[in-house]
């Protein structure tokens, strides 16, 4: 067996290198950039400083997500030990014409500069997302160099299992996935379970329209996903772990079975990982299209090979799970979360956030909103923050309606509630739920009544079909809703409307139906008048 | 170790090798099941192969599969119809997909589906008569800040509008009646 990789002297390596030249050039080839053409802008820029003279001088690195989207391609040029120059809307040409002014004359092009001074760049407080713009994602040693895999070198080498645990239930975090189970929790059932065989998953089924935090995580910093899963592991005595990925994030798989085959080469993965006792494998399972296959028990269905229907609880997975073994399954970003907390303490952990909802929560703000892009704010912070200061209000003079989080799970949240905190309780005293991230802001012009016929139409068609409730439901209110928008609607479409939204959300089997009602109760609640307008009954203000 | 890698070696022997009809395509998916030990769990696995391999999953390949696995053919037909992303017929020579994601929605996605559909009369989810043009819809493909997106022929297009698509489709397929 080949030795184990020397995580302090590749560091020290990569640091060194990373001072060869004078001018490093960062280029953000993260999905959405590479949507806006960041393929192109990087080939040229490679190719450019391929150059005998400007390859002395320059290094052209592809890295992860820089946040914000909507000015992609994003381009950052760094000169050693000093200032940073962030660029937008980087073409190939403007890339080119870049680098060469910094390299000839050091001079910035102001034209394309985006001033990292704004609030959308000092609002955010990265943890989950700190890699992102920095390393290079397919490379492990930029990942070390950045002090990858040292939180699990101190677990496995100075931690005890229960230790481990001990420090998650510090740090005070809830699951990222959406429901808000304290993690510790879960990870001490599991540590509990006396199994042989024990198995902890990533769900990275990350299918709320709207929300790609979690690709973003196993496409940018996979080493991070896999260094929590292997942290969850050994604190919980799992001896085998798979990844649960949707099929539609086909890069994120590539990357991830990429990671898992160099993490395995340099003996953080397999047996005796780091010359420890702890063995793990980790495995990608790939999802085909369904999302309530993000439900636990619908998910280990899938990964076992079968349809993903979920199943009634208890048992609890981490009774009862992957082929009746005792199972844990964690969010993609809780995992990310669990090396920073390792490194830092759960106490630092703790001290980010509120009481009740610690640390940071990454969201991918959508729709109506100047910048797009995936922010990662510290839990508590306030709606109107998030819309006004980090997204830049809502263009074209139009007005703020409504902030949606938690996708076809979740609600409507309308301009007055704005200076609410953005925590689980928060949310869901106001008919939401904090969600996996999506946070789609929508602008005057956009009908309510028409954002939960869209949901019911996503819920409807998601819906398994294994229990009545949410099968027949959702289609009925559907069409109680297409009635309505289509202005047939009555008085008593409406009753039954509301009537059907308690018989789903109480009687449904799992999470998908329970909250299939939710987008058509929240905008009942805070923008009843749209349906009565609609219904054609006068509007009473009360 | 586990009860994964003892199923797995139970089901190594004995195995079928390629298609009575002699298409070699099947040995790419035999490669696949093979190397996962047969196991049946790796079913999704495989259908998504097959489908990558053959461009949709026919009966014939269905019943190869779940001979191969050793599964009832309804348990495989079953789990090919559960998930969304398996289709059972070819597709057209270009497809057309609209993200009809949350930001996508507001965004006027479905003005888009409406007008492709209209013009070329396919409805979402099925190919043209003429087998020219498959038009699908996607939950979301996670570019919510290019909204409103479209995927022309797996090249990625951002702030898509009823004329630009139209014009995209226009360009590769033609006119449309």
Redesign the interface.
């Known amino acids: 067996m080949a030795a184990p990789i020397d995580l302090h002297e590749v560091a020290e390596r990569e640091r060194e290198a990373r001072f060869r030249t004078r001018w490093r050039v960062k280029a953000c080839a993260s999905?959405?950039c590479?949507?806006?053409g960041a393929g192109a802008t990087l080939a040229a820029l490679q190719e450019a400083c391929e150059d005998e003279d400007l390859a002395l001088e320059v290094q052209v690195i592809p890295t992860g997500c820089m946040g914000l989207?909507?000015a992609?391609p994003l381009v950052k040029v760094l000169r050693r030990g000093g200032d940073t120059h962030m660029y937008q809307k980087v073409t190939p040409e403007a890339g080119i014409e870049i680098v060469h002014s910094h390299v000839d004359n050091e001079q910035d092009v102001p034209a394309y500069k985006l001033d990292e001074d704004i609030p959308f760049f000092t609002s955010q407080q990265r943890v989950v997302l700190a890699n992102g713009g920095v390393i290079d994602p397919d490379r492990i040693e930029s990942y070390v160099a950045h002090g990858g895999y040292l939180a699990l070198e101190k677990a496995l080498t100075t931690m005890k299992p229960k230790q481990v645990v001990d420090e998650m239930r510090l740090s005070g975090i809830r699951g990222r996935g959406g429901a808000g189970y304290p993690v510790a929790s879960k990870w001490s059932l599991l540590a509990a379970a006396d199994d042989e065989?024990k198995y902890v998953v990533a769900n990275g089924d990350?299918?709320?329209?709207?929300?790609?935090m979690d690709?973003t995580i196993m496409e940018d910093d996979p080493h991070r996903l896999l260094e929590g899963v292997s942290i969850a592991a050994y604190a919980t005595g799992a001896?085998?772990a798979y990844i649960y990925v949707r099929?539609?994030?086909p890069r994120a798989i590539e990357r991830l079975d990429r990671a898992i085959r160099v993490a395995r080469r340099n003996r953080l993965l397999g047996r005796n990982i780091l010359d420890t006792k702890f063995s793990l494998n980790i495995e990608v399972?790939?999802?085909?299209?369904?999302?309530v296959c993000g439900e636990e028990t619908a998910l280990m269905a899938?990964?076992?090979?079968?349809?993903?229907?979920p199943r009634l609880r208890p048992p609890y997975p981490t009774e009862a799970g992957l082929?009746g073994?005792p199972t844990m399954i964690n969010n993609v970003e809780t995992l990310a979360n669990v090396a920073p907390i390792i490194n830092n303490g759960g106490e630092w952990f703790a001290s980010i956030g509120t009481d009740k909802s610690t640390g940071t929560k990454v969201f991918?703000l959508?729709?109506?909103i100047t910048n797009?892009?995936l922010i990662e704010v510290p839990m508590g912070t306030s709606l109107r923050r998030i819309v006004d200061d980090i997204g830049g209000g809502v263009p074209g003079g139009k007005a703020f309606k409504a902030a949606?989080t938690g996708?076809p799970s979740g609600g409507c949240i309308p301009a007055r509630f704005l200076d609410t905190p953005v925590d689980y309780e928060s949310l869901r005293e106001l008919g939401s739920i904090m969600g996996s991230g999506?946070l789609?802001i929508?602008d005057d012009g956009?009908s309510m009544p028409d954002?939960a016929k869209?949901f019911m139409e996503?819920s409807m068609g998601e819906s398994?079909g294994k229990c009545v409730p949410c099968r027949a439901g959702t289609v009925q209110m559907h069409n109680l809703l297409q009635r309505i928008v289509d202005g047939h609607g009555t008085r008593q479409d409406l009753r039954d409307l509301e009537h059907l939204c308690t018989v789903v959300r109480d009687a449904s089997l799992c999470g998908l139906g329970q909250a299939a009602p939710n987008p058509v109760l929240s905008t009942l609640t805070y923008f009843r008048d749209e349906y009565e307008q609609l219904i054609g009954v006068e509007v009473s203000h009360g | 170790?586990?009860?994964?890698t003892t199923r797995r070696a139970a089901e190594t022997s004995n195995r079928q090798q390629g298609h009575p009809s002699g298409d070699d395509r099947f040995e790419l998916v035999d490669k696949h099941m093979k190397r996962g030990r047969y196991?049946?769990?790796?079913?999704?696995?495989t259908?998504?192969v097959a489908q990558d391999v053959f461009g949709h999953l026919s009966e014939d390949v269905l019943i190869y599969v779940a001979k191969a696995l050793r599964l009832p053919p309804s348990?495989v037909y079953?789990?090919a119809t559960?998930?969304?992303?398996?289709t059972f017929d070819p597709p057209g020579d270009h497809s057309c997909t609209v993200c009809?994601?949350?930001?996508c929605?507001?965004?006027g996605a479905d003005a888009i589906v409406q007008g492709v559909s209209t013009k070329y009369e396919v409805a979402a989810g099925q190919t043209s008569e003429d087998r020219s043009l498959t038009l699908k819809t996607?939950?979301?493909?996670?570019?919510?800040?290019?909204?409103p997106?479209v995927v022309f022929d797996g090249v990625?297009?951002?702030h898509q509008s009823v004329e630009s698509a139209l014009a995209l489709v226009a360009g590769a397929v033609g006119g449309g009646s």
């Open positions: 999905t959405a590479m949507s806006a989207c909507s992609g065989t990350e299918g709320d329209p709207g929300a790609y690709r001896t085998e099929a539609e994030y399972r790939i999802g085909a299209g369904a999302f899938s990964i076992e090979g079968r349809r993903g229907t082929w073994h991918a959508a729709g109506d797009t892009g949606q996708g999506g789609i929508m956009v954002v869209y996503f398994c | 170790m586990s009860d994964t196991a049946q769990d790796q079913l999704i696995e259908l998504h348990m079953g789990v559960f998930y969304e992303l398996f009809t994601g949350t930001a929605f507001v965004k996607a939950r979301c493909l996670g570019s919510c800040g290019l909204a997106v990625v297009l951002s």
